[in-house]
T-cell receptor, first 117, second 113 residues
């Protein structure tokens, strides 16, 4: 079945440092890929998405490129802020898998990011 | 536009009891998905409802059930609660079940003692 693997965390950075969170996936079809962010005490918010190979998703300074050849979707940000401290989840959905994919996101285990001033 | 709302936000129940959680989707959204979030298992898909029909189901025992009403509001029920059911239960809504359009609620924190 489909699966998502994220780099082990937590990740601790100083403000303005460069961020990379690795994400690789296994899917039988042609998945769409996402990064979600969860702030303390809140639900998940969609950060960015990419629906086909070589697409680059971007939002709020974060970027990720859908690499089919390496089955990866790594999250990057050039200069993190304290307000970026949160849990980041990589996820996939394979809508072309038919009924078993309806409304279903498959998530990685999450990476806790802490940014210090 | 109001977001996804979930009630209650916090619940404490005793092992063996049952519980019902509620989710109100964004207006106009017809699909509601439910997820369980735990520190050990992460985020796991429970089921999805669209137009009052369950279209998809994850690998959870039959104690976990749900339904959707004609106004798209959804409820999730867990019977015979076990300690391991303690989790954050998240619901997400979308127009038609296309996952990249899912919008999540804040969750219901269930504690089973």
């Amino acid at each position: 079945g489909d699966s998502v693997t994220q780099m082990e965390g937590p990740v601790t950075l100083s403000e303005e440092a460069f961020l990379t969170i690795n994400c690789t996936y296994t899917a039988t079809g042609y998945p769409s890929l996402f990064w979600y962010v969860q702030y303390p005490g809140e639900g998940l918010q969609l950060l960015l998405k990419a629906t086909k190979a070589d697409d680059k998703g971007s939002n709020k300074g974060f970027e990720a490129t859908y690499r089919k050849e390496t089955t990866s979707f790594h999250l990057e940000k050039g200069s993190v802020q304290v307000s970026d401290s949160a849990v980041y989840f990589c996820a996939l959905s394979d809508l072309r898998a038919g009924g078993t994919s309806y409304g279903k996101l498959t998530f990685g285990q999450g990476t806790i990011l802490t940014v210090h001033p | 536009k109001a977001g996804v709302t979930q009630t209650p936000r916090y619940l404490i129940k005793t092992r063996g009891q049952q519980v019902t959680l509620s989710c109100s989707p964004i207006s106009g959204h017809r699909s509601v998905s439910w997820y369980q979030q735990t520190p050990g298992q992460g985020l796991q898909f429970l089921f999805e409802y669209f137009s009052e029909t369950q279209r998809n189901k994850g690998n959870f025992p039959g104690r976990f059930s749900g339904r959707q009403f004609s106004n798209s509001r959804s409820e999730m029920n867990v019977s015979t609660l076990e300690l391991g059911d303690s989790a954050l239960y998240l619901c997400a809504s979308s127009l038609d079940g296309r996952a990249y359009e899912q919008y999540f609620g804040p969750g219901t924190r269930l504690t089973v003692t």
